[in-house]
């Protein structure tokens, strides 16, 4: 089973003090082969998520920064990164995971940024019937590994919507995401890709939920060619 090398944290590590590129060049050699290291450890994932679920694509982070438009100007990123994304159009959500050093590395699953529409679907499906996603975001291997659902929330209720929508707190809500936070003991732990695959199994039920939502129209009727 691929793990995340010690090796990983140490150099981001160093890099976090040495965030240059006469030193990464300097490094480069490393860098190479710690970031082959992490390829395998996110295939390691794909492949146990492909176990319970369709992952359409892997995506390794690059380590360079875009400085165009930033005020900080270091060049790398002190973390490694990568997303997978499900099968689309019938499967919608994707998961990201984030290593860092000092405890910084975390997972997320959910919906980072949906679009206006899809946005407005599922306000639509929770402002019909709220009980089925409230059931499920009380799950209790959802909490007992995700906690609550997070996001950007609006300050008043959406345009068009009830403010005092008994489900109120959910129709607010502008991102639909989960977040998990690990130490670096854990992120280095032999079985850190099943850890992870843990939760991603938890947050099935409400990628089922979602996808069905958002791949049907008020009626129920699908919006994806048979």
């Known amino acids: 089973m691929k793990s995340v090398p010690q090796e990983v944290l140490a150099f981001?590590?160093?890099?976090?003090?040495?965030?240059?590129?006469?030193?990464?060049n300097d490094h480069k050699a490393e860098f190479k082969a710690l970031e082959s290291e992490?390829?395998?450890?996110?295939?390691e994932i794909e492949i146990k998520l492909?176990?319970?679920d369709q992952i359409e694509k892997t995506k390794a982070f690059r380590i360079y920064r875009d400085v165009r438009f930033s005020k900080d100007k270091t060049p790398y990123k002190t973390n490694?990164?990568?997303?997978?994304?499900?099968?689309k159009p019938a499967l919608r959500g994707g998961y990201y995971v984030h290593i860092q050093p000092e405890n910084k590395s975390f997972i997320a699953v959910g919906f980072w940024?949906?679009?206006?529409?899809?946005?407005?679907?599922?306000?639509?499906?929770?402002?019909m019937d709220a009980e089925e996603i409230q059931e499920i975001l009380q799950q209790k291997d959802l909490k007992k590994y995700w906690g609550e659902v997070e996001g950007e929330r609006l300050k008043t209720s959406p345009k068009g919507f009830d403010k005092e929508h008994p489900a109120i707190d959910l129709l607010n809500l502008k991102q639909w995401t989960f977040t998990k936070k690990f130490t670096d003991k854990e992120v280095v732990a032999p079985d850190f890709a099943t850890t992870i695959d843990k939760h991603f199994q938890a947050i099935k039920p409400f990628f089922d939920y979602m996808s069905s939502v958002l791949t049907t129209d008020l009626n129920g009727v699908s919006l994806i060619d048979n």
């Open 12 to 24: 981001l590590r160093q890099l976090e003090q040495n965030n240059d590129r006469d030193w990464f």
């Open 38 to 43: 992490m390829k395998d450890f996110y295939k």
């Open 50 to 52: 492909n176990l319970h």
């Open 80 to 87: 490694f990164g990568a997303s997978f994304t499900r099968r």
């Open 113 to 127: 940024n949906p679009n206006k529409d899809d946005l407005y679907r599922i306000r639509k499906e929770v402002e």
